[in-house]
């Protein structure tokens, strides 16, 4: 059974740091593209960053660019987001997906995506 799970959320303080965590059971990211998104109350979902299967193409949205690093580690089974410079805008919850497609690809519509995780929450308040 596929599954993905988050984790790394919580509460930060504006301008404040968080690293999510997207690990896999029942598969091997390193063969998948890894898209983050996320959803705030009331918002639809949007994608926020994603890195190639290639690991050498990623994507970020105009939000996210100078803020946020998305990298693999293949050995662990992992793909992390690192959040800098956090702002209450930021505030949602943090997805991952895994699309299994094309080796460059970075897909960026949620509709591209096959597996996704449950969320983690993470809420940027003083």
């Known amino acids: 059974q596929v599954q993905l799970v988050e984790s790394g959320g919580g509460l930060v303080e504006p301008g404040g740091s968080l690293r999510l965590s997207c690990t896999a059971s029942?598969?091997?990211?390193?063969?998948?593209?890894i898209g983050w998104f996320r959803q705030a109350p009331g918002k639809e979902r949007e994608g926020v960053s994603c890195i190639s299967t290639s690991d050498d193409n990623t994507y970020y949205a105009d939000s996210a660019k100078g803020r946020f690093t998305v990298s693999r580690d293949n050995a662990k089974n992992t793909v992390y987001l690192q959040m800098n410079s956090l702002k209450p805008e930021d505030t949602a919850v943090y997805y991952c997906?895994?699309?299994?497609?094309?080796?460059?690809?970075?897909?960026?519509?949620?509709?591209?995506?096959?597996?996704w995780g449950q969320g983690t929450q993470v809420t940027v308040s003083s």
């Open positions: 029942g598969l091997s990211l390193e063969y998948y593209a």
């Open positions: 997906a895994a699309y299994c497609g094309s080796y460059y690809y970075t897909p960026r519509w949620a509709y591209e995506y096959d597996y």
